[in-house]
C-alpha cells in the first residue's frame, strides 16, 4: 500500500512518553503483592496474617476472605487463591496492599504459611501413569465451558482420524518412529504483568492493565467479582511485549478485591521472579511420531501423540491441545492419519499461550520425523518433501479442502535462496522444515470517522500489542482507503471495553486481518459520505469524486477539488458528523465432522498459510556451539499490505524460535522453577541474531484485507525444527531434544542408537 511506513504508536515509545503498566499511578493508592506457596503439592495447616495485618495500613486477603467461584478459560478448576491446598510451588495463598513497598515486603514476609507437603507428580508421561497423584481428585464435577474429555490428569483431549490408519500400518513395508520432547520456555517479555485498579462510583472497577485481550480480562474479572460485565472497565496500557502472555488475568482480580476492601486504588506490578515461577509459560510437549511407507518409499500412514503439560489448571492448554492435534501430517498429503493431543495435569506452574501455540513443537517433531525418513530411505530430503507437498484440491487430515497451497514455491525459494546441495565447510550443515498455519478468527469491530481537521480516527476494541497490527496494519488500510498519508491516521481509542466494541483480542496472527476487513467496511460507508459532501460543494455527480491525496478530487479534471477538513466541517454543520462503524466475523472453514473428533475447540485452520524456512548452521566440535550462519525465510503472507512491518515480525519470531531451539528451558526441579530470572534463563540477544533474509510470498486469501493472512505467528514455529535438522546434518547426531546447548551436544556428538528407530515391517521403536 504505497512505499511509506509509517507506525502511529512509535512518537510516545521513542520519547518514553507512552504510558506502560508498570508507569501506571493513581492519587492515593496503594501497592500490591502476592503471598505464595513454598512448595509444589500438599496441605495448608497453617495461615497466619495477624502480623502482616498489625502493620498500619495493611490489607490482607485469603480464600476466607473471597467467597468467589473457581474460574478457568476451559474448566472451572483455578481458585483465585488457594484454599486448603496447594498445587503449585508459587500459587497464590494470599494478596497484601500496603502504602508501599518498603511496607509491603515486611507484610508479605510477616505472613505465616505452612504446608504439610504430599507427593506430587511433575511430568506429563508420569501424571499419565496408573496409580499417579491426582492433581484435581474432583476434577469431573468441576463446571466446563466446552466439552472435554476429563478423567485422572487429563483435562482435554483432541482428537482428529482421517482413513484407515491401521490398515496402512499392516501393509508398510518399513516404519520409522521417532520421540520428540520439548521444554518450558518463557514468553520473554521485557515488560512484567502490571494493573491499576480503580473502584468506580457506582461499586464497579475500572482496571487499566498491560494486557492483549481487554474483553478477556473483563469476562473474567466479571465473573470472579459477581458483577455484570457492564460494571467492569478493563483498559489496555502500552503493551511492553506479550506473545500470548498476558491474554487472561493475571493480577488484575487481584488488584479489584484489594481496592474493594481498602478503599483505594490498587497497583501491582510482577516481579521477575514471580513472572518466571507463576506465569504461563509454553508447555513442555513430549511427541511420539510414526509413518508407515510403501515400498516405493511414500508415506502411506501416520500416527502422533502429543502430550502439552497444562500445570496445576487447564487454562488454555485444552485449546492449545487441538491446534496441535491438526498439525500432525505438517503440509503433506498423507490420507491415512490418526492424531492425538492431550493436555495433562501436573504439580507445575500452569502454562499457556506463547506467539504460535503448540506450533514449535509439532513442527519440530514432525520435520524432524521427515529427516529422519528421508536417511532411512536413503533419499534426499527435499525431494522427500516435495513428493508430499500438498497440492491444489488435497485433503487434510480434517477434511478441510487446501484450495491454493504455496508451499511449493516457498519450499524451492527457500532451498534456493539457502544453496542447498552446495559443498559446505567441515561442521556445517543445512536444515529445512515446512509447515503450515492458521490466521485466527474471532469477532472484531470499529468505527472511523473523518475530524474537522482532515485526520481521520479510528476507534476499536482491539489491542495494539507492539506488533503493529494496528499501528501500521489497520492504519495504512484506513489511508490506503480514504485516500490520505497515513500519518493523517490515527489510533484514537483501542483496547478499551468502556469505548470500543467486542474484540477477540491480539492473538492468532489475527488482527490486522479480522479489524483490517471491519474498518475497509467502514470506508466504504465513509467515502460515499465524503462524496455525497464534496459533490455539493463542487457541484458535480457524487460518483465522479475521488480521494486522493487528503482531498476530495474531481475525477478526470486535475486540480479541481476540495480537502477533507473543508469537505468534514460542511457535513458536521450540514447533514451530520463523517462516522462509520462496521463488524467482522470470518466465515468459516469447512471441515468434516467424521474425521474430528467431538469437542475438538480448533477442528480447521482459517485461512491457512504455508511456509519454509532454511538454515545453514556451523557446529564447533571443541566447544559444541552453534552459529546460525544464514537464515532464510519464506512466508506466505496472502497479500503483502506493509512489507517492511511484515520483514519485522519475521525476524522476531525467527529469533524468539532461534532461542527455543538452542537457549532457552524453564529448568524444573520438582516442580518448581529453578532458573527465575534472565540471569538464569538464557535467551538470544542481539550478539546471536542473524540477519533473516525474508521472502514474501504472495498467495491472496479470499477472505483477508486485499488478500492478506495472518503474519504474526508462523515465523517462531519453524526455526526449532530448521536449526535442529542443520545441527543434526552438521554433526549426524539424532536429535531428539531441545535446546541444543553445548554440553548436551558436545556429550552426544555421535550416532547415537536407539533415539529414532526403524524396523522393516514389524514398527517395533524407541
Same mark, same amino acid.
Given at each position: 500500500?504505497?512505499?511509506?511506513?509509517?507506525?502511529?504508536?512509535?512518537?510516545?515509545?521513542?520519547?518514553?512518553?507512552?504510558?506502560?503498566?508498570?508507569?501506571?499511578?493513581?492519587?492515593?493508592? +496503594?501497592?500490591?503483592?502476592?503471598?505464595?506457596? !513454598?512448595?509444589?503439592?500438599?496441605?495448608?495447616?497453617?495461615?497466619?496474617?495477624?502480623?502482616?495485618?498489625?502493620?498500619?495500613?495493611?490489607?490482607?486477603?485469603?480464600?476466607?476472605?473471597?467467597?468467589?467461584?473457581?474460574?478457568?478459560?476451559?474448566?472451572?478448576?483455578?481458585?483465585? +487463591?488457594?484454599?486448603?491446598?496447594?498445587?503449585?510451588?508459587?500459587?497464590?495463598?494470599?494478596?497484601?496492599?500496603?502504602?508501599?513497598?518498603?511496607?509491603?515486603?515486611?507484610?508479605?514476609?510477616?505472613?505465616?504459611?505452612?504446608?504439610?507437603?504430599? !507427593?506430587?507428580?511433575?511430568?506429563?508421561?508420569?501424571?499419565?501413569?496408573?496409580?499417579?497423584?491426582?492433581?484435581?481428585?474432583?476434577?469431573?464435577?468441576?463446571?466446563?465451558?466446552?466439552?472435554?474429555?476429563?478423567? #485422572?490428569?487429563?483435562?482435554?483431549?483432541?482428537?482428529?482420524? @482421517?482413513?484407515?490408519?491401521?490398515?496402512?500400518?499392516?501393509?508398510?513395508? /518399513?516404519?520409522?518412529?521417532?520421540?520428540?520432547?520439548?521444554?518450558?520456555?518463557?514468553?520473554?517479555?521485557?515488560?512484567?504483568?502490571?494493573?491499576?485498579?480503580?473502584?468506580?462510583?457506582?461499586?464497579?472497577?475500572?482496571?487499566?492493565?498491560?494486557?492483549?485481550? !481487554?474483553?478477556?480480562?473483563?469476562?473474567?474479572?466479571?465473573?470472579?467479582?459477581?458483577?455484570?460485565?457492564?460494571?467492569?472497565?478493563?483498559?489496555?496500557?502500552?503493551?511492553?511485549?506479550?506473545?500470548?502472555?498476558?491474554?487472561?488475568?493475571?493480577?488484575?482480580?487481584?488488584?479489584?478485591?484489594?481496592?474493594?476492601?481498602?478503599?483505594?486504588?490498587?497497583?501491582?506490578?510482577?516481579?521477575?521472579?514471580?513472572?518466571?515461577?507463576?506465569?504461563?509459560?509454553?508447555?513442555?510437549?513430549?511427541?511420539?511420531?510414526?509413518?508407515?511407507? =510403501?515400498?516405493?518409499?511414500?508415506?502411506?500412514?501416520?500416527?502422533?501423540?502429543?502430550?502439552?503439560? @497444562?500445570?496445576?489448571?487447564?487454562?488454555?492448554?485444552?485449546? +492449545?491441545?487441538?491446534?496441535?492435534?491438526?498439525?500432525?501430517?505438517?503440509?503433506?498429503?498423507?490420507?491415512?492419519?490418526?492424531?492425538?493431543?492431550?493436555?495433562?495435569?501436573?504439580?507445575?506452574?500452569?502454562?499457556?499461550?506463547?506467539?504460535?501455540?503448540?506450533?514449535?513443537?509439532?513442527?519440530?517433531?514432525?520435520?524432524?520425523?521427515?529427516?529422519?525418513?528421508?536417511?532411512?530411505?536413503?533419499?534426499?530430503?527435499?525431494?522427500?518433501?516435495?513428493?508430499?507437498?500438498?497440492?491444489?484440491?488435497?485433503?487434510?487430515?480434517?477434511?478441510?479442502?487446501?484450495?491454493?497451497?504455496?508451499?511449493?514455491?516457498?519450499?524451492?525459494?527457500?532451498?534456493?535462496?539457502?544453496?542447498?546441495?552446495?559443498?559446505?565447510?567441515?561442521?556445517?550443515?543445512?536444515?529445512?522444515?515446512?509447515?503450515?498455519?492458521?490466521?485466527?478468527?474471532?469477532?472484531?469491530?470499529?468505527?472511523?470517522?473523518?475530524?474537522?481537521?482532515?485526520?481521520?480516527?479510528?476507534?476499536?476494541?482491539?489491542?495494539?500489542?507492539?506488533?503493529?497490527?494496528?499501528?501500521?496494519?489497520?492504519?495504512?488500510?484506513?489511508?490506503?482507503?480514504? #485516500?490520505?498519508?497515513?500519518?493523517?491516521?490515527?489510533?484514537?481509542?483501542?483496547?478499551?471495553?468502556?469505548?470500543?466494541?467486542?474484540?477477540?483480542?491480539?492473538?492468532?496472527?489475527?488482527?490486522?486481518?479480522?479489524?483490517?476487513?471491519?474498518?475497509?467496511?467502514?470506508?466504504?460507508?465513509?467515502?460515499?459520505?465524503? @462524496?455525497?459532501?464534496?459533490?455539493?460543494?463542487?457541484?458535480?455527480?457524487?460518483? =465522479?469524486?475521488?480521494?486522493?491525496?487528503?482531498?476530495?478530487?474531481?475525477?478526470?479534471?486535475?486540480?479541481?477539488?476540495?480537502?477533507?477538513?473543508?469537505?468534514?466541517?460542511?457535513?458536521?454543520?450540514? /447533514?451530520?458528523?463523517?462516522?462509520?462503524?462496521?463488524?467482522?466475523?470470518?466465515?468459516?472453514?469447512?471441515?468434516?465432522?467424521?474425521?474430528?473428533?467431538?469437542?475438538?475447540?480448533?477442528?480447521?485452520?482459517?485461512?491457512?498459510?504455508?511456509?519454509?524456512?532454511?538454515?545453514?548452521? @556451523?557446529?564447533?566440535?571443541?566447544?559444541?556451539?552453534?552459529?546460525?550462519?544464514?537464515?532464510?525465510?519464506?512466508?506466505?503472507?496472502?497479500?503483502?499490505?506493509?512489507?517492511?512491518?511484515?520483514?519485522?515480525?519475521?525476524?522476531?519470531?525467527?529469533?524468539?524460535?532461534?532461542?527455543?531451539?538452542?537457549?532457552?528451558?524453564?529448568?524444573?526441579?520438582?516442580?518448581?522453577?529453578?532458573?527465575?530470572?534472565?540471569?538464569?534463563?538464557?535467551?538470544?540477544?542481539?550478539?546471536?541474531?542473524?540477519?533473516?533474509?525474508?521472502?514474501?510470498?504472495?498467495?491472496?486469501?479470499?477472505?483477508?484485507?486485499?488478500?492478506?493472512?495472518?503474519?504474526?505467528?508462523?515465523?517462531?514455529?519453524?526455526?526449532?525444527?530448521?536449526?535442529?535438522?542443520?545441527?543434526? =546434518?552438521?554433526?549426524?547426531?539424532?536429535?531428539?531434544?531441545?535446546?541444543?546447548?553445548?554440553?548436551?551436544? +558436545?556429550?552426544?556428538?555421535?550416532?547415537?542408537?536407539?533415539?529414532?528407530?526403524?524396523?522393516?515391517?514389524?514398527?517395533?521403536?524407541?
Amino acid at each position: 500500500m504505497g512505499e511509506a511506513f509509517h507506525r502511529s504508536d512509535v512518537r510516545g515509545k521513542v520519547t518514553g512518553r507512552a504510558v506502560y503498566g508498570v508507569d501506571l499511578t493513581a492519587p492515593h493508592a +496503594l501497592v500490591g503483592g502476592v503471598v505464595r506457596a !513454598p512448595v509444589p503439592c500438599g496441605r495448608i495447616t497453617r495461615l497466619d496474617t495477624s502480623a502482616a495485618e498489625a502493620i498500619p495500613g495493611v490489607t490482607v486477603l485469603t480464600a476466607r476472605d473471597l467467597p468467589v467461584p473457581a474460574y478457568g478459560m476451559v474448566i472451572d478448576d483455578q481458585p483465585p +487463591l488457594a484454599g486448603d491446598r496447594v498445587r503449585f510451588a508459587a500459587e497464590p495463598v494470599a494478596v497484601v496492599a500496603a502504602p508501599d513497598e518498603t511496607t509491603l515486603r515486611r507484610a508479605i514476609d510477616a505472613v505465616v504459611v505452612e504446608v504439610a507437603a504430599e !507427593p506430587g507428580v511433575f511430568d506429563p508421561e508420569s501424571a499419565l501413569e496408573e496409580g499417579s497423584p491426582l492433581v484435581h481428585p474432583g476434577l469431573a464435577d468441576y463446571p466446563s465451558t466446552f466439552d472435554t474429555e476429563r478423567s #485422572g490428569n487429563v483435562n482435554g483431549r483432541n482428537e482428529v482420524t @482421517a482413513g484407515d490408519v491401521d490398515a496402512a500400518f499392516a501393509a508398510a513395508a /518399513t516404519v520409522v518412529e521417532g520421540l520428540y520432547v520439548t521444554p518450558r520456555v518463557h514468553q520473554g517479555y521485557i515488560e512484567p504483568r502490571a494493573c491499576l485498579a480503580v473502584v468506580e462510583p457506582d461499586g464497579g472497577f475500572h482496571v487499566t492493565t498491560s494486557t492483549q485481550n !481487554p474483553f478477556g480480562v473483563r469476562a473474567t474479572l466479571s465473573k470472579v467479582l459477581g458483577l455484570p460485565e457492564s460494571r467492569v472497565r478493563v483498559t489496555a496500557s502500552t503493551v511492553g511485549g506479550g506473545f500470548g502472555g498476558k491474554l487472561d488475568v493475571t493480577l488484575e482480580h487481584f488488584a479489584c478485591l484489594l481496592a474493594e476492601a481498602a478503599g483505594r486504588p490498587v497497583k501491582m506490578v510482577s516481579s521477575r521472579a514471580e513472572e518466571f515461577a507463576a506465569a504461563n509459560p509454553r508447555e513442555n510437549s513430549v511427541v511420539r511420531i510414526r509413518s508407515a511407507l =510403501d515400498a516405493d518409499g511414500r508415506i502411506i500412514g501416520r500416527e502422533v501423540r502429543c502430550l502439552l503439560d @497444562a500445570g496445576a489448571y487447564a487454562h488454555d492448554t485444552p485449546f +492449545l491441545a487441538s491446534v496441535a492435534s491438526l498439525q500432525a501430517t505438517g503440509p503433506y498429503r498423507i490420507d491415512n492419519v490418526r492424531s492425538t493431543a492431550l493436555s495433562v495435569y501436573t504439580n507445575t506452574q500452569p502454562t499457556g499461550a506463547y506467539r504460535g501455540p503448540s506450533g514449535p513443537q509439532m513442527v519440530l517433531a514432525v520435520e524432524a520425523h521427515m529427516d529422519e525418513i528421508a536417511r532411512t530411505l536413503g533419499v534426499d530430503r527435499v525431494e522427500l518433501r516435495r513428493r508430499h507437498l500438498f497440492r491444489a484440491g488435497d485433503v487434510a487430515l480434517n477434511g478441510q479442502v487446501i484450495e491454493a497451497p504455496s508451499i511449493a514455491e516457498c519450499l524451492d525459494r527457500a532451498v534456493e535462496a539457502i544453496g542447498y546441495g552446495r559443498p559446505l565447510p567441515p561442521g556445517h550443515g543445512i536444515g529445512v522444515a515446512c509447515a503450515w498455519w492458521t490466521t485466527t478468527a474471532g469477532p472484531a469491530a470499529a468505527t472511523v470517522r473523518l475530524d474537522s481537521d482532515g485526520t481521520v480516527a479510528i476507534v476499536t476494541g482491539a489491542t495494539e500489542i507492539g506488533s503493529g497490527a494496528l499501528a501500521t496494519g489497520v492504519v495504512h488500510l484506513v489511508a490506503e482507503a480514504l #485516500g490520505v498519508p497515513p500519518d493523517r491516521v490515527r489510533l484514537a481509542s483501542t483496547g478499551d471495553t468502556g469505548t470500543g466494541s467486542f474484540d477477540f483480542g491480539a492473538q492468532g496472527s489475527r488482527t490486522t486481518f479480522n479489524v483490517g476487513n471491519a474498518v475497509l467496511d467502514a470506508c466504504v460507508t465513509i467515502r460515499r459520505q465524503i @462524496a455525497a459532501e464534496a459533490s455539493e460543494l463542487l457541484e458535480v455527480d457524487p460518483q =465522479d469524486v475521488d480521494l486522493a491525496d487528503g482531498a476530495a478530487q474531481v475525477r478526470g479534471t486535475p486540480g479541481v477539488g476540495v480537502g477533507l477538513a473543508e469537505v468534514a466541517r460542511s457535513a458536521r454543520d450540514r /447533514t451530520g458528523p463523517i462516522h462509520a462503524s462496521a463488524r467482522y466475523v470470518a466465515p468459516p472453514t469447512a471441515f468434516d465432522s467424521r474425521c474430528v473428533g467431538p469437542g475438538h475447540f480448533y477442528p480447521a485452520f482459517n485461512s491457512p498459510s504455508f511456509h519454509c524456512h532454511a538454515v545453514e548452521v @556451523a557446529a564447533c566440535p571443541d566447544t559444541g556451539r552453534v552459529e546460525i550462519v544464514r537464515y532464510v525465510a519464506a512466508q506466505d503472507v496472502g497479500r503483502a499490505l506493509v512489507p517492511p512491518a511484515i520483514e519485522g515480525q519475521i525476524q522476531g519470531g525467527v529469533l524468539q524460535g532461534i532461542g527455543m531451539a538452542l537457549y532457552e528451558r524453564e529448568e524444573l526441579v520438582d516442580g518448581e522453577v529453578a532458573n527465575p530470572s534472565f540471569d538464569g534463563y538464557k535467551m538470544p540477544t542481539a550478539t546471536e541474531a542473524p540477519d533473516v533474509e525474508c521472502l514474501l510470498v504472495e498467495s491472496a486469501s479470499t477472505d483477508g484485507p486485499h488478500g492478506a493472512k495472518g503474519v504474526g505467528e508462523p515465523p517462531i514455529i519453524l526455526p526449532p525444527a530448521a536449526v535442529t535438522n542443520a545441527v543434526a =546434518d552438521a554433526t549426524g547426531v539424532r536429535i531428539t531434544e531441545l535446546p541444543l546447548t553445548p554440553d548436551w551436544l +558436545l556429550a552426544a556428538w555421535r550416532p547415537v542408537p536407539g533415539r529414532s528407530t526403524v524396523d522393516s515391517r514389524s514398527g517395533a521403536g524407541a
